[in-house]
C-alpha cells in the first residue's frame, strides 16, 4: 500500500480544534498556579485581611493547603478519567466531549466567587470532573480519524496545545491580576470553554459522515485502519487483565505527576527559590515561561514527528516509539540540578529540555492505546491510563507542598529526573515488543 497521503486535509483541521480545546483545556487549569503566587489571594484563602502581615508561617501554611487543593482536583480528576472515558466509548466522542466542556467551563467561571479555601477546593472538584474529558476524547478522536502510522503526529500537534495554554496563562493571568484582581482571572479564562462548546459541537462528526471529507481522504483513513475489530462491550476489570493496558498505566503513573508538578510550582519555584540570582514574580513570569512552553511544543511535535519518521523508515512500532522514549528520559535527568544553580537562565534552559522531553513522552503514550486497543475501547483504555497518572499526581501533590516546606525544591527535581528512565524500564519488562491485543481475546473477554 502507498504511503502517501490523499490531497483531503479535513482530519487536520480536526486537529486544529483539539489543539484549540486542549489550549483552553490548560489555561482553565493552569490558572490557579498563577494566581497563588498573588499576596492577596492568599490572605483571602488564609483568612487574613488585606492588610495582615504574610509571615514566612502563614506562607508555609498556605503551600500546604495549596497542595491539599491540588490533590483534591487531582483526586475527581481521576475519577472523571476512569468515568469519561467509558461514557465517551458508550455515548460517542461528540457528546460525551461537550459534557466534559460544559462542565469544567461552569468550574472556572465559578472560582470567580470563591471566598476561602474550602470554596476553592470544592471549585477545583468540579473542574477536574469536567477536564477528565479532554485527553480521552482527543485521543480516540485522533484513533477515528487519522491512520495508524499518522498519530503520534497529530496527538503530538493537540498535545502541543498544552503548553500553548500555560504560555497563554503566564501572558494573561498576571496582567488580569494586576490591573483587575485576581477574580478576574477566573472569570475571563472560564468563559472561553463555552465558546469552545460551540465551536466543537458545529465542528465535529465521523469522517463517514462529514460531507467535508473527500472519498479520497475517506479511503485513505480507512485503507490504514489495520486495528483488530472490537467486540461492543468489554469492562474494566477485562482491560485490567492486559499487559498492554499496564504498560499504559505504568508510563502515566510515573511521568504525568512530574508534569503536574511543573505546572502547579513552577511560578512558585521562581519566586521563591532562594539560589537564584533572580526571582521573578506576577509582573516578569511571562517571558520566561513564554520560552519554557514554546520549547515544550516543540517538543510535543518533534518527538511526535520523529516516531512517525523512525516508523516511515520501516522500524517496527515497538522500536520506533521505545526510541524516542529514550531520547526523552534521556533528556529529563539533567533537572536534578535546577534547585541547585544559581543562574536564571540555566533552570529555564534545564526546565525547557525537561517538559519538552515529557511532551514528547506523552505524545508517544497516547499512541499505546490506539496502537495496542481497537478503537471502541480506546476512550476507556485511555482513562484508565489518565486515572492511573491523576493517582500519581494525588500522591505527589499530597506530599509536594510539606516536601517543599521542609527541604526546599531539590527532592522533587530529583524525583523529577528519575521517573521517566524507571517508567520506561517497566514498560520494556511488560511489553518487549508493542503487540496489539488479538480481536480473538478482545470477543473471548467480552463474553
Not at 388 to 401: K, R
Request: charged share 15%; proline share 4%.
Amino acid at each position: 500500500m502507498q504511503n502517501t497521503a490523499p490531497t483531503g486535509t479535513y482530519r487536520w483541521r480536526i486537529v486544529a480544534v483539539l489543539f484549540l480545546a486542549t489550549t483552553i483545556n490548560y489555561i482553565d487549569r493552569q490558572v490557579l498556579s498563577f494566581t497563588m503566587t498573588d499576596e492577596l489571594f492568599r490572605r483571602e484563602m488564609l483568612g487574613l485581611g488585606p492588610d495582615d502581615l504574610l509571615t514566612p508561617e502563614a506562607i508555609d501554611r498556605f503551600r500546604i493547603q495549596y497542595g491539599d487543593v491540588v490533590a483534591a482536583f487531582q483526586f475527581t480528576y481521576a475519577l472523571g478519567l476512569l468515568t469519561i472515558g467509558y461514557l465517551i466509548d458508550r455515548i460517542g466522542t461528540k457528546r460525551g466531549f461537550s459534557l466534559g466542556i460544559l462542565v469544567w467551563s461552569i468550574a472556572g467561571v465559578m472560582t470567580t466567587f470563591v471566598q476561602s479555601i474550602s470554596g476553592l477546593a470544592l471549585a477545583r472538584t468540579v473542574l477536574g470532573i469536567g477536564e477528565a474529558a479532554n485527553f480521552p476524547s482527543a485521543i480516540k478522536t485522533v484513533s477515528i480519524w487519522f491512520p495508524k502510522h499518522e498519530r503520534s503526529f497529530a496527538n503530538g500537534l493537540f498535545n502541543a496545545g498544552t503548553n500553548v495554554g500555560i504560555i497563554l496563562t503566564a501572558l494573561l493571568v498576571p496582567y488580569l491580576i494586576l490591573h483587575f484582581g485576581w477574580r478576574s482571572s477566573f472569570f475571563v479564562t472560564g468563559i472561553l470553554g463555552f465558546f469552545l462548546l460551540i465551536l466543537w459541537w458545529r465542528t465535529y462528526t465521523r469522517p463517514e459522515y462529514s460531507n467535508a471529507v473527500s472519498p479520497a481522504e475517506l479511503a485513505y483513513i480507512r485503507q490504514r485502519d489495520d486495528s483488530p475489530q472490537a467486540p461492543e462491550k468489554i469492562s474494566w476489570l477485562n482491560l485490567l487483565s492486559y499487559k498492554q493496558t499496564w504498560a499504559l498505566v505504568i508510563g502515566k503513573f510515573l511521568a504525568d505527576p512530574i508534569w503536574y508538578f511543573y505546572m502547579i510550582w513552577l511560578p512558585d519555584f521562581f519566586k521563591s527559590n532562594d539560589a537564584l540570582d533572580q526571582k521573578l514574580d506576577l509582573s516578569s513570569f511571562g517571558l520566561p515561561f513564554l520560552i519554557i512552553y514554546v520549547v515544550s511544543d516543540a517538543g510535543s511535535i518533534f518527538f511526535g514527528w520523529l516516531s512517525t519518521q523512525f516508523m516511515h523508515r520501516g522500524w517496527s512500532a515497538n522500536r520506533a516509539r521505545k526510541t524516542t522514549m529514550l531520547i526523552c528520559a534521556l533528556c529529563v535527568l539533567p533537572i536534578f540540578t535546577v534547585a541547585q544553580t544559581h543562574s536564571l537562565t540555566m533552570a529555564i534552559a534545564l526546565i525547557s529540555l525537561a517538559t519538552a522531553a515529557h511532551q514528547g513522552w506523552s505524545a508517544n503514550m497516547y499512541t499505546f492505546a490506539s496502537d495496542l486497543f481497537p478503537k471502541s475501547v480506546v476512550g476507556s483504555v485511555m482513562g484508565i491510563g489518565g486515572m492511573s497518572g491523576a493517582v500519581g499526581g494525588i500522591l505527589l501533590a499530597q506530599q509536594s507542598g510539606r516536601i517543599i516546606t521542609a527541604f526546599g525544591y531539590l527532592p522533587m527535581f530529583i524525583i523529577a529526573s528519575c521517573a521517566y528512565l524507571v517508567a520506561l524500564i517497566i514498560i520494556h519488562f511488560l511489553l518487549p515488543k508493542l503487540e496489539p491485543v488479538s480481536a480473538e481475546e478482545l470477543a473471548g473477554a467480552a463474553v
